[in-house]
Each structure stands twice: as structure tokens, then as C-alpha cells.
């Protein structure tokens, strides 16, 4: 997700770091670079002009010239700036009860998909907070065969309820489906709309219709990142042919540049509540602007990192980790646990996304793959010990390293430098101790 400005505001931002002294020629040409990269982003002239010139304004008021660390206060100012550009605060994604919420986009753009993360995300936030929410999914498009089956099969998967309806018109299904949600107690109602390839009157007329009947709370938008600029036009057009609260856009995963959030942000002045950013029911994410500039600043992304660890790994074991870590008596066993941990949460190169800095160290794919391997190396190593080796590394001499190695199919240098990796790592835990401040690193 926006991985390339980020790539390129590093680089850029790579040449001033570190100087106690800006001339205003280096800061113009840097600005002037990063009016490149936004271009090259496929965010529309318009909104670049506006940015651009903000920052040169800012450039001159803030004094950053002859400020103490221009550099830094520069990034500062174009992470700021891109914070406001992407919707300042983020907007509030709870949805009220009871709610209708109607779900609108062109086809393929991931409407179906998105009420499925949709309804999976409100049933988690519920169960976090110890309630079960009344969910109901349904469909009214029949456009497309096998839509309202493929919604269907959605719903079993994130175990909410499914409705479908005798009707073959979309208003009167629509209103049924209403009805069946209103008699049945449930209190939110995800409907699924049919789309079209491109804009057009007929599906707008449709939307309307519905809109006149059921008049639900919430119309989302479901803009497909892919297809860039755009995607601003159909937002238009949704817009005026129907009207929406909301956009989320689909597909950040993919190789987008990210031009769209921009400009749909700039043009339509909505909030865009949440990302897609997988095929998978649990590839939505809330979109924070702050987190997503700091993001694109190359600052990572700690806080989405620690909300990830957080939901995969209860609490118990962070605790437990952390204090076998800090007491520097960790075992080989914790390094085991470890080792499970970063799986849980994800490949080395989705962790390493959100860590900040790394985004900017651009550590090559086959590194990290090279890192995953030797992460499932080391856990075939250590499955091969005996409890006690793990509890007491100190036992491993020549003929159980020996017998280990076998055991787990590779070769003793390869216990050997597990141990030596393990010993570094007892190492960085002391350093750790010294500055004693890796506990707030973790909120
Ligand atoms: N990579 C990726 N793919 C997605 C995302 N959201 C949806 N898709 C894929 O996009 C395709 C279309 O998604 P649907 O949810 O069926 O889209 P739709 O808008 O309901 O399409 P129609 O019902 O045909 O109008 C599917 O292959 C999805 O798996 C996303 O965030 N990332
Ligand atoms: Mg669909």
C-alpha cells in the first residue's frame, strides 16, 4: 500500500536528513521532487498544485531555512500536510443500531466481498467488547447470476446470517429482505447491490429506488484503488446520481499508487472509513490518515503493527515473552515461542512494513525470504531437542548437536549457528535492560 511514494519520498528525503543547514535552492529542488513523486503517483494536478504550494507557504512562515533542524521539520510538514490531504481525523466507523447499511460500487469493485469483511470486522469489535451483535447479510443483485449465492457462501464463512429473498425485483427484494431484518430483531443489515462495468442510468435509477423506499442509514461506496483517476468519476457520479456517507476503497494491496485515496478525498471532501487490502474476509483495515502518512513518510506504522500483534496474540504470551526477554534468562524454548509470534503476525516483510525505518531499508524479497527460511529452519532445530536442551542450551555439546542436526535433516553448522544467533540475541537483551525502555516501544 503506497509503497511507492514511499520508496520515493525516502530517497528523497534521504539527501537532506541529518543536515544542520538547508540552502532555499536544495529546499526548493526537494519540493519540487516531491511534487514529482505525486505525480508520478497518479494523484490529480489539481490537488498536487494545492499541496505544493501549502508546503511552500509553510516553507516560508515556518522559517524551516534557518530553523535549527530543517530537515526534520520539513518531513514533519509534508507528513502533516499529507495527514490533512488524506482526511485530517480519522471518521468514526461504528455503525449505529439498528442500521441499514447499503453497500454501492461498480461491478467488480469488491462490493460483495467488502460487506462480508464488513460484517466480520462489526462482529469482532462486538465479541472484543463481550457482545454478540445481530448481523443479517443480503442481496439484491441480480445482474450478475450466482451474486446472491456467492454472498451466500461469503456469510457462512464469517458466520453471519443470510437472507435471500423469493423476489426477483431489487426494490420489492430489497424491501423484503428489510422486513425480514426489522421482524427478526437484527440490528445491522448489510445489503449488497448489483453494479455495473461502467456508469450507467439504469443501476443509479435502481440505487434511488431503493434509497426512496428503505432510506438506509449508511450508503457506503466501494471504489476499486486500481483503477486509479478514475475512480474520482465514478465517485462523481455515485454521488450525484445517489448520494453517499462513505468510501472505501478496495484493492490497496495492489500495485496501486495510491493516487486514488487522494483524489477521492480532495474532490469528494467524504471520509474513506476503511481499506481492502486482500481477497481474505479479514483483509479490511480502518484507515487512519495519520498512520497511512507515517506510512508514506517512510515513519511506519507501529501502532497498526502493535493492533495486529495485539488480535493474534493474547496477551498472556506477549507478557510472557517480554518478561522471560527482560529477565535475560531466556531459553531456547522462549525462542521457539518467539519464532511462533512473528508467524502469527505475519512474514518477516509484512512485519518489517510497519517497523519504522525498515520501510526506508528497502531489504531485498530473497533477504527476507532468506530470513523466513531460517526462521523454519530454527523451529525444525529446536522441535528436535529435548525439553531439557531447550531449557538449558548450555547441555548442547558436540555429540547432542550432532544427534539434534540429524534429527532435524540439516547439518551441525547449522545447529551451530542457531545457538550463535540465539547467544546474539541474549546479547541485544542486555543492551535492551540497559535502556530499558523496550516496554513503552510496546505501548
Ligand atoms: N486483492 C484484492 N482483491 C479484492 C479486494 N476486494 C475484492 N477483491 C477481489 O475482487 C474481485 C471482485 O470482488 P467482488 O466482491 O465480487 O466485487 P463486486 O463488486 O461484488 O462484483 P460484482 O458482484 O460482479 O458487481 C474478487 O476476485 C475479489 O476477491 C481487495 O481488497 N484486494
Ligand atoms: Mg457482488
Redesign the pocket.
Known amino acids: 500500500m503506497f509503497d511507492f511514494l514511499t520508496n520515493k519520498f525516502s530517497s528523497i528525503f534521504s539527501k537532506i536528513t541529518g543536515r544542520g543547514s538547508l540552502s532555499k535552492e536544495s529546499l526548493d529542488d526537494v519540493v519540487q521532487k516531491v511534487r514529482d513523486a505525486l505525480l508520478e503517483a497518479d494523484i490529480p494536478y489539481k490537488l498536487v498544485d494545492a499541496f505544493v504550494q501549502d508546503i511552500r507557504q509553510a516553507v516560508e512562515s515556518q522559517k524551516i531555512v534557518s530553523s535549527l533542524k530543517p530537515a526534520e521539520q520539513f518531513i514533519k510538514l509534508i507528513h502533516d500536510k499529507l495527514q490533512e490531504f488524506l482526511g485530517g481525523k480519522p471518521a468514526t466507523f461504528s455503525f449505529q443500531i439498528p442500521s441499514l447499511i447499503m453497500v454501492m460500487?461498480l461491478?467488480?469493485?469488491?462490493?460483495?466481498?467488502?460487506i462480508a469483511k464488513l460484517a466480520l470486522f462489526v462482529k469482532k469489535e462486538a465479541a472484543k467488547k463481550n457482545k454478540n451483535r445481530r448481523i443479517l447479510i443480503g442481496s439484491v443483485?441480480f445482474y450478475?447470476p450466482a451474486?446472491v449465492d456467492?454472498l451466500e457462501i461469503l456469510s457462512k464463512q464469517v458466520g453471519v446470517d443470510f437472507y435471500r429473498s423469493s423476489q426477483s425485483d431489487p426494490v420489492r427484494a430489497a424491501k423484503d429482505i428489510a422486513n425480514y431484518a426489522k421482524q427478526n430483531g437484527y440490528e445491522h443489515l448489510f445489503l449488497d447491490t448489483?453494479?455495473r462495468l461502467h456508469i450507467d442510468s439504469q443501476m443509479l435509477q435502481e440505487l434511488r429506488e431503493i434509497d426512496a423506499n428503505l432510506s438506509p442509514k449508511y450508503k457506503i461506496l466501494?471504489l476499486d484503488a486500481m483503477t486509479g483517476q478514475e475512480s474520482l468519476n465514478v465517485a462523481r457520479a455515485f454521488d450525484q446520481g445517489v448520494g453517499f456517507n462513505s468510501a472505501i476503497l478496495?484493492?490497496?494491496?495492489?500495485d496501486t499508487r495510491g493516487g486514488a485515496a487522494f483524489g477521492f478525498r480532495y474532490e469528494l471532501k467524504k471520509p474513506i472509513t476503511f481499506v481492502?487490502?486482500?481477497?481474505k474476509v479479514e483483509?479490511l483495515q480502518a484507515f487512519y490518515p495519520e498512520r497511512m502518512a507515517g506510512r508514506i513518510i517512510g515513519m511506519g506504522d507501529l501502532s497498526s503493527l502493535i493492533e495486529k500483534a495485539n488480535e493474534k496474540i493474547d496477551q498472556q504470551d506477549q507478557e510472557s515473552a517480554y518478561n522471560s526477554m527482560m529477565s535475560g534468562r531466556m531459553n531456547l524454548q522462549d525462542f521457539s515461542n518467539q519464532l511462533d509470534m512473528v508467524t502469527k503476525i505475519g512474514s518477516l516483510s509484512q512485519i518489517a512494513k510497519y517497523m519504522p525505518g525498515m520501510g526506508n531499508m528497502n531489504i531485498p524479497e530473497e533477504k527476507m525470504a532468506q530470513g523466513e527460511k531460517e526462521m523454519i529452519r530454527f523451529k525444525a532445530i529446536i522441535n528436535s531437542m529435548t525439553l531439557k536442551e531447550r531449557l538449558m542450551p548450555q547441555l548442547l555439546d558436540g555429540s547432542r548437536r550432532k544427534r539434534i542436526a540429524k534429527g532435524a535433516g540439516v547439518q551441525v553448522e547449522d545447529v551451530n549457528y542457531l545457538l550463535k544467533r540465539f547467544e546474539e540475541s541474549q546479547q541485544y537483551v542486555k543492551l535492551f535492560k540497559k535502556f530499558g525502555k523496550l516496554r513503552n516501544f510496546f505501548g
Open positions: 460500487g461491478q467488480g469493485s469488491g462490493k460483495t466481498t467488502t443483485d450478475r451474486a456467492q448489483a453494479g466501494v478496495s484493492k490497496l494491496d495492489s481492502g487490502v486482500g481477497e483483509d
